[in-house]
T-cell receptor, first 114, second 109 residues
Framework: EAQVTQNPRYLITVTGKKLTVTCSQN?????MSWYRQDPGLGLRQIYY???????DKGDVPEGYKVSRKEKRNFPLILESPSPNQTSLYFC?????????????FGPGTRLTVL | SQQGEEDPQALSIQEGENATMNCSYK?????LQWYRQNSGRGLVHLIL?????REKHSGRLRVTLDTSKKSSSLLITASRAADTASYFC?????????FGKGTKLTVNP
């Protein structure tokens, strides 16, 4: 089944404790992206990747890191999480982004930073 | 930067009625997409309309695009309780998709 998977689905952590949220897709998609969703603010893009070893900042990249060493994986790293990073995070992928491509979303990771 | 803005923010209707949501955007686009999100879950792609198209249908969904007014509308006909969800428009440029804040639709049985 074609899908985007994220792990963990739920995470409660404390300020400053490094964490990684994994994202994997099995559709051989070139483009992958991370979003955060907050009440009243909609979805905001954190980072995106057009292909392996190519990543770029989105609208809210501060406090996050990403890497794209393999086509299928695009982990999101929070080196020193803070309470303002408490949010619902989504990973998405698409075949390409230049023209007419729908994005496939993962189920989301609900992160709470105490 | 948020480009698409949905209107209304919330909409409550009875089952069987039609629901119309609007999206306005600011800059030129390659395409405009609509997504649905059930509470707390991942977004699901509904329909994509290209900048050179004016109208598109998919089942009970009808999307229109007016590039001169920089606006789009999503019509759900004969709504069902299962249509209760948030609906987002997303505008596609050359490198990324930019989402609006969404319209929360409630369909009452």
């Amino acid at each position: 089944e074609a899908q985007v998977t994220q792990n963990p689905r739920y995470l409660i952590t404390v300020t400053g404790k490094k964490l990684t949220v994994t994202c994997s897709q099995n559709m051989n998609h070139e483009y992958m992206s991370w979003y955060r969703q907050d009440p009243g603010l909609g979805l905001r893009q954190i980072y995106y990747s057009m292909n392996v070893e190519v990543t770029d900042k989105g609208d809210v990249p501060e406090g996050y890191k990403v890497s794209r060493k393999e086509k299928r994986n695009f982990p999101l790293i929070l080196e020193s999480p803070s309470p303002n990073q408490t949010s619902l995070y989504f990973c998405a992928s698409s075949l390409g982004i230049t023209y007419y491509n729908e994005q496939f979303f993962g189920p989301g990771t609900r992160l709470t930073v105490l | 930067s948020q480009q698409g803005e949905e209107d209304p923010q919330a909409l409550s209707i009875q089952e069987g009625e039609n629901a119309t949501m609007n999206c306005s955007y600011k800059t030129s686009i390659n395409n405009l997409q609509w997504y649905r999100q059930n509470s707390g879950r991942g977004l699901v792609h509904l329909i994509l309309i290209r900048s050179n198209e004016r109208e598109k249908h998919s089942g009970r969904l009808r999307v229109t695009l007016d590039t001169s007014k920089k606006s789009s509308s999503l019509l759900i006909t004969a709504s069902r309780a299962a249509d209760t969800a948030s609906y987002f428009c997303a505008t596609g440029g050359s490198e990324k998709l930019v989402f609006g804040k969404g319209t929360k639709l409630t369909v009452n049985p």
